[in-house]
């Protein structure tokens, strides 16, 4: 499981090293966003960032404080993503969600799905394959997910 998941962020590293240098003046600024994602990345819910690297390159960041048990915990999706036009179409993501618990945990995560955009806003349809279960020794089965989980997320460029 380490090792998969060390495998993984070395090829999003790499591939987010593909994208062309954005320079103030040339950056797609359409590709900044931020958004709310039901079930998805973080199983639950997430507030996501979105930083443009390209018109088609980005990464994102998410958060979400799962206060619902005794022990209080924060999944944190990361992400390298890859649309195939500069604001519609299909929707590829690969990255790792972090999940901050008594055991913490780090599950390699692949996601792929449908972007429309409506004005500067946009609905996405997601489905993510987690690479592992989120269970712990002490509850098994607690976090056990059917791959791929669905999700949606919708939200707004700056």
Known sequence: MQRTTLQILAVLIGLSSLAPAAQAGERDRTRDSMNVELLGRAVVLSINGELGLSKRVAVSAGF??????????????????????????????????????????????????????????????????????????????????????????IGGRF
């Open 64 to 153: 979400f404080p799962y206060l619902a048990r005794e022990e209080k915990s924060v999944v944190v999706p990361l992400h390298v993503s890859w649309l195939s036009h500069s604001d519609r179409g299909l929707y590829l993501s690969g990255g790792v969600t972090y999940v901050n618990d008594h055991d913490s945990e780090v599950t390699s995560t692949l996601t792929y799905g449908f972007q429309v955009p409506i004005r500067r806003a946009y609905v996405r349809l997601t489905f993510t394959y987690f690479d592992g279960n989120f269970s712990n020794e002490q509850n098994p089965g607690e976090w056990d997910l059917p791959n791929p989980w669905p999700g949606l997320a």
